[in-house]
């Protein structure tokens, strides 16, 4: 057996430490030996024991859709690695193994340990292009965004209101002081009471925020560090995935929270970031072909429904030398 493969399968058979867990994330989603991983990773889910529902067909005709939405992508080629891209932000039970699944199933164990009965769960996948609006169990509302998925128990019990999410999603927490609420993301936990906070941890992004509008969260990072970050209204916390660095500042919420209007906001932004957010909110494929708009810093503000077209003029008007091009309305072409 390669070293490879006794990675992956020493991986899924045994508990290991959250730094490892994300070491190995990280180095599952890197380029090298992608061949050899993603036939591993398909034996691993071929020999699953997974029960189908009704759940199991709606999450495949999401993950359709994705891949269609996907036709080159831009950083992974094989139809496993999209698969493997996709299941970083999206299913369960269709891809067991992702990174949703290890967290939730590790996190739950603990209290289902000493119920008889079985967790059961509700998965939302929203595709790009589209903002919806969630009620949970108890009487809370989320807001999530394009290219998320959260996943939440079909009813509260025990000490606290534990909910997953692979993406970007604005809460408004219903009070309860006997069972906190809990966010769960795969580098941090945000620990509320009652609140109205909003949260961005994409997988395939190089950063996670959480952003508190109304009332007061802990923040708790699924590293070595120890101590918890309190935010007050009108804080966010960023989490360089990169760096490890912490960063808390002061911000306008209503301008961090835009995209729940459906508004698109740049502020700082680097031209893949800039990428990411239109993929997300407009459904299409953006193809960077040109590295000379690297150094480039971007600051817009766009709340009039914007078409992509528009965005993309203005942006040929504020970056010298940008020049883009659009195909069968999917496919953006920068150079």
């Not at 730094?19 to 180095?27: D, G, H, R, S």
């Not at 709606?58 to 859709?65: A, G, I, N, P």
Request: glycine residues 4%.
């Amino acid at each position: 057996m390669s070293k490879t493969r006794r990675i992956i399968n020493l991986f899924f058979n045994h508990s290991y430490s959250d730094m490892v867990k994300k070491n190995f994330f990280y180095w599952l989603n890197d380029s090298a030996s992608e061949k050899e991983k993603d036939n591993t990773l398909f034996e691993i889910w071929e020999n699953l024991d997974i029960k189908a529902d009704s759940s199991t067909e709606d999450s495949f005709r999401c993950v359709k859709e994705r891949i269609k939405q996907l036709e080159t992508p831009r950083k992974r080629h094989s139809l496993f690695g999209t698969l493997r891209k996709i299941a970083a932000v999206v299913l369960i039970p269709l891809l067991s193994f992702a990174i949703s699944y290890i967290y939730i199933q590790q996190d739950t164990k603990t209290e289902s340990n000493s119920e008889s009965k079985e967790i059961e769960f509700v998965e939302c996948f929203v595709p790009h292009g589209e903002i919806r609006t969630i009620v949970l169990p108890d009487s809370s509302t989320v807001q999530v965004n394009s290219g998320s998925v959260l996943i939440y128990p079909e009813k509260f019990e025990g000490k606290t209101r534990n909910i997953f999410l692979n993406g970007e999603a604005c809460f408004s927490v219903t009070k309860n002081e006997t069972m906190p609420f809990i966010v769960k993301t795969m580098d941090m936990d945000i620990k509320v009471l009652g609140t109205v906070f909003g949260i961005s941890s994409y997988a395939n992004s190089t950063f996670s925020s959480t952003t508190l509008e109304k009332g007061r969260v802990s923040v708790h990072f699924n590293n070595e560090r120890n101590s918890a970050e309190f935010l007050q209204p009108n804080e966010q916390i960023i989490y360089d995935r990169i760096s490890g660095e912490i960063e808390k500042r002061t911000i306008n919420t209503k301008n961090a929270l835009a995209w729940r209007e459906g508004h698109l906001i740049f502020q700082s932004l680097s031209i893949n970031q800039i990428a990411e957010l239109l993929e997300r909110k407009y459904g299409i494929t953006v193809y960077l072909n040109s590295n000379k708009y690297q150094n480039e810093k971007i600051t817009a503000k766009f709340i009039h429904s914007e078409d992509v077209n528009d965005i993309l003029v203005i942006m040929k008007q504020i970056i010298p030398n940008f020049s883009y091009k659009i195909e069968d309305k999917k496919k953006v072409f920068i150079y």
